[in-house]
């Protein structure tokens, strides 16, 4: 399941910030190379900061077509484009950063980068001029959530997402220009943390400017931008966030070009509606991700399956998808492919209700333990991830840091994981006699139309019977209409993703009253970690205080990881250097690395 926000929720890793860029490709272009990958997803917007453009395909898109300051590696780490300018915390008392676009940086177009694409950025992220209270009602699609309609003259709404007092929706004032206008300084109404992560790639303000605003010529589109953001112009304002929030939306290629510039090594150059969308090397880059492949495609493949068997048929190169054993098997059946397993974040974990539950077995910590040590951990990776991810399956023993990130293992070490490693039945007995609770009742909430969340959900039932537990079915195909609804269940098995390396995203969900804290779990202790974890600038102490979460999260019940989702990745051996990622673009975040040696195919 995905929630999203400005900055992501979930699990969080300490930052890691380097002085090396995203990609160190040194060859030269390839003229005529071509790589086709396989998405899940379907190619929708060139605007992945909205919530209808939020999607792990435009996202993609978007990484290959703009350059920006920071990214995020294999490690994961974050890392610095010095290519494409740099980042500066210029103070901490209050929290003031500078962004600056390195002088020769230009759109696609020759148009320069600046700071009026910096203001825009600014405005729309941070909603510092929205219109107060206003919803954009009928102008969103119930689904989609796709804002195609013009806003009201007299209205501001960017569809960013962002909060009032979280993340860049706390910077209110305007930021100061400066170099050349090639900058923006911008100053935080209070500390937090995550200031790294929430300045998202850029928009063309002169494309903006001449769409919204009538206006022809780039420099005066750039400057009537600045001059609305500026003097806060409300008539303008509503101008440009109605054309931010759906013009760039695509579905064929379009008519006007313009809508289509980029900063980085890729230009979209096709666009089939629900098919395909073709990227080819941008020609004028000057940044450090040079890439090697003239031609991108990218073709939207739902099925895991099928890709499998476009894969094997030539139609695509490179697939990363969902490994069942139907989807290894078949990659075994192909000859001329590489594959290994991996993550793209998501993992599955069980959550207690500690208030509010069905039959209100949990408000004591002690029957949380005794549940948690008869959920046959190991039994559930052994039959359900180790047969489609072979030697790389493990358990997840963290629920704050992610695996192979820094952090990690010491948090492992001493967060008390040790201790519901294996079936303890003795154990969860003692616990439930403290208790006084011989034959507690829990009903456990999942998924009822997923083979996987069954196969868990009756490992449960076998195993916690044993100390006394009588499980029942809540399962239901619409779980996630049930999700953290009062007096439905007592227990939920579902998987949570990382999308982020946002240290503070766990304060929604493991505080008090938190966004995504379906559990009704409360502890005085947590909330003051994960306020001080908002707040807190220094990388160390940040990593101390979520090995403190893990720890009060182990200690207290709060509920338990149980183990990556396990996925593939997969291509024909002609293509080289591919190297997933475990966050978003995941498999594609390196692809200018990438090359391909027709010679092997």
């Not at 002088?103 to 219109?131: H, M, Q, Y």
């Not at 829990?442 to 139309?449: A, G, K, R």
């Not at 007096?487 to 993703?497: E, I, K, M, R, T």
Request: aromatic share 8%.
């Amino acid at each position: 399941m995905r929630i999203r926000s400005t900055v992501a929720w979930v699990v969080a890793v300490g930052l890691l910030l380097t002085g090396c860029t995203a990609s160190t490709a040194e060859s030269g272009l390839d003229k005529g190379a071509t790589v086709t990958v396989a998405e899940a997803d379907a190619f929708t917007s060139t605007n992945p900061a909205t919530t209808y453009g939020n999607s792990t395909a435009n996202l993609g898109v978007g990484s290959l077509t703009n350059d920006w300051f920071l990214s995020v590696d294999d490690t994961p780490a974050l890392v610095l484009d010095e290519s494409f300018g740099h980042v500066e915390r210029v103070a901490s008392d209050p929290l003031t950063v500078k962004y600056t676009v390195n002088a020769g940086v230009t759109w696609s177009d020759g148009t320069p980068v600046d700071a009026a694409d910096l203001l825009l950025n600014w405005v729309a992220n941070s909603r510092a001029r929205d219109t107060p209270g206003y919803a954009p009602g009928d102008l969103a699609d119930a689904e989609t959530h796709e804002i195609s309609g013009v806003l009201p003259a007299d209205t501001v709404y960017f569809d960013s997402g962002a909060q009032p007092n979280s993340g860049l929706g706390l910077v209110h004032d305007l930021p100061v220009v400066g170099d050349d206008n090639r900058s923006i300084t911008m100053v935080y109404s209070a500390p937090y943390a995550d200031w790294q992560l929430v300045f998202p790639a850029a928009l063309p303000s002169h494309v903006v400017g001449k769409k919204a605003l009538g206006l022809t010529d780039d420099d005066a589109a750039k400057s009537a931008v600045t001059a609305a953001i500026t003097s806060g112009d409300v008539g303008a304002l509503s101008k440009i966030a109605s054309f931010w929030n759906s013009g760039f939306n695509v579905t064929d290629l379009p008519t006007d070009p313009e809508v289509l510039v980029s900063t980085g090594p890729y230009t979209i150059s096709g666009v089939e509606a629900g098919e395909s969308v073709t990227l080819t090397a941008n020609p004028d880059y000057t940044g450090a991700r040079k890439p090697s492949i003239e031609t991108v495609i990218m073709r939207h493949i739902a099925d895991p399956l099928a890709a499998v068997q476009a894969l094997g048929a030539g139609e695509v190169d490179v697939i990363s998808t969902p490994a069942t054993p139907a989807v290894t098997s078949a990659l075994d059946a192909l000859e001329g492919i590489e594959s290994t397993s991996g993550s793209h974040g998501t993992y599955e974990h069980i959550d207690l209700q500690s208030a509010h539950s069905r039959n209100g077995v949990f408000a004591d910590p002690r029957v949380r333990q005794a549940f948690l040590k008869v959920v046959p951990r190991q039994k559930m990776l052994d039959e359900l991830a180790a047969p489609v991810s072979g030697t790389d399956a493990a358990l997840r023993n963290s629920q704050v840091f992610v695996p192979g990130t820094r952090g990690y293992g010491e948090s492992v070490t001493q967060n008390g994981s040790k201790a519901y490693r294996d079936v303890d039945v003795p154990g969860a007995r003692d616990l439930l006699a403290a208790a006084g609770m011989a034959a507690p009742t829990v009903c456990i909430l999942y998924e009822s139309s997923n083979p996987r969340r069954v196969k868990e959900f009756q490992l449960i039932v076998e195993s916690a019977a044993q100390a006394g537990f009588v499980v029942t079915d809540c399962g239901d195909p619409d779980w996630r209409d049930l999700l953290g609804v009062s007096n439905s269940y007592d227990a939920a098995l579902f998987g949570w993703s990382t999308p982020s390396l946002a240290v503070s995203a766990t304060s929604e969900t493991f505080r008090t009253n938190g966004a995504n804290n379906f559990s009704f779990f409360s502890n005085a202790d947590v909330d003051a970690v994960t306020a001080q974890l908002g707040v807190e600038l220094d990388p160390e102490t940040q990593a101390a205080l979520q090995e403190k979460l893990d720890k009060l999260l182990w200690d207290n019940a709060y509920g338990m990881p149980l183990f990556d989702l396990p996925v593939v990745n997969a291509h024909a051996d002609r293509v080289s250097g591919i190297a997933p990622s475990i966050l978003a673009p995941n498999v594609l975040w390196n692809l200018p690395d990438w090359t391909v040696d027709d010679a092997r195919s």
